[in-house]
């Protein structure tokens, strides 16, 4: 117990401490700054959409307003056999040059990708959702990396427009994410973009998997390819949270699955031979995160058969069961969630009780591949 307790205690201290502080030395040795400049290569703005007929006028509109030639650009919205008013409201744009494309049955956000692809003529390929708020030059923004060849496709930064007051977790895993993404374009290359909005070189989505998630393999196909995939801090894409705990975490739940399906089809990705510091990112950065709520379940449990051995492992024992108690609090009792404390241990035990759940869903062959847009405040 002694060893495990101490193995799953490095591993946490690792995953969460170890890697970021290693990135961060590693930038301070190793910067790979890459060129930006104004340059207006032709762009196909694809938004997959499901049921979208609350937002997709506002996310049109938005798109229509990005300061970006008109020659140059073209929209396109793929609608994954939307049940409701979508495709009617986005037909009123027809005369806006915006192409509707309507499958008649659904087959998931990442088919439709793919069907958009196939008919756009862009030579960078610029991916969006309905609930996602461009500002006025993000096109502009993100197209100027690409005037570095080197650079093979680039993510946006995430920002939220509004948290609810009684949550406050997701933004500080944003701005964490957001750091940890900066320092890894610095020293190399993303392992994974945004998937709210990111842009790619035609030539990167040559390979397409349409029942899993792009902004993972976009950014793997990107190194595999001999590019780098980067983060661009000053394209922006803003949105809302998630309405509730409940759809939170199967957005969670979700998001890890597409993950583990795309990791685990890619594995060669983790030999340091071929691609020397982008697999340690990728084991570091991915799979050790996924890892991480069988490393806490192994500590607490251990920390149980080491209650004789001293005050250390009492101590332990003690912070972690008052920890899943107060994030049980959090996510029981409304009033409770208001506090600090109770918010960020309700977020934690939220995030890792969905990674746990998806390991499940994974291993048992559920991969999500037909999709229920996220609703965001």
Not at 10 to 26: E, K, M, Q
Not at 257 to 286: A, I
Not at 349 to 360: F, K, R
Request: a positive charge; proline letters at 3%; one cysteine or more.
């Amino acid at each position: 117990m002694l060893q495990v307790f101490w193995i799953s205690v490095g591993f946490l201290a690792y995953t969460v401490i170890g890697y970021p502080c290693l990135l961060w030395i590693l930038a301070r040795w190793r910067t790979r700054p890459h060129q930006r400049a104004t340059i207006w290569p032709t762009v196909s703005v694809i938004i997959a959409v499901r049921d979208e007929a609350g937002s997709i006028r506002d996310k049109i509109l938005n798109t229509l307003e990005l300061r970006y030639p008109e020659d140059k650009r073209e929209i396109i919205v793929v609608s994954d056999a939307s049940e409701d008013k979508t495709a009617e409201i986005v037909r009123t744009f027809a005369d806006r040059g915006v192409k509707l494309v309507e499958l008649p049955e659904r087959h998931g956000k990442h088919y439709a990708q793919r069907v958009a692809r196939d008919i756009s003529r862009g030579e960078i390929l610029v991916f969006t959702d309905a609930s996602v708020r461009l500002e006025p030059d993000a096109l502009q923004n993100i197209a100027s990396n690409f005037a570095d060849r080197a650079v093979g496709s680039v993510s946006s930064e995430d920002r939220i427009l509004r948290e609810r007051p009684s949550w406050i977790g997701e933004g500080a895993y944003i701005r964490l994410e957001m750091w940890l993404r900066r320092l890894e374009s610095g020293v190399g290359s993303l392992v994974g973009l945004s998937g709210s909005f990111f842009a790619a070189r035609r030539e990167v989505c040559e390979e397409w998997h349409s029942n899993q998630s792009s902004d993972f393999f976009v950014a793997l196909h990107t190194r595999a390819r001999g590019f780098r995939a980067v983060v661009d801090p000053e394209s922006r894409g803003h949105y809302g949270v998630t309405g509730s705990e409940r759809s939170e975490l199967h957005r969670k739940v979700r998001t890890v699955v597409h993950g583990l399906d795309v990791f685990f089809t890619h594995l060669e990705m983790l030999n340091p031979m071929r691609y020397g510091l982008f697999s340690w990112q990728l084991l570091s950065h991915k799979l050790c995160r996924w890892l991480a709520p069988f490393a806490l379940l192994a500590c607490l449990g251990s920390s149980f058969f080491l209650w004789e051995a001293g005050p250390l492992y009492q101590a332990c024992l003690i912070l972690q069961v008052v920890a899943l108690g107060g994030g049980l609090l959090a996510l029981t009792i409304r009033g409770l969630s208001h506090l600090r404390p109770f918010k960020l241990a309700g977020y934690l035990l939220l995030g890792n009780a969905a990674t746990l759940i998806a390991w499940l869903k994974f291993c048992s062959g559920e991969r999500f591949v037909r999709w229920e847009p996220t609703r965001r405040s």
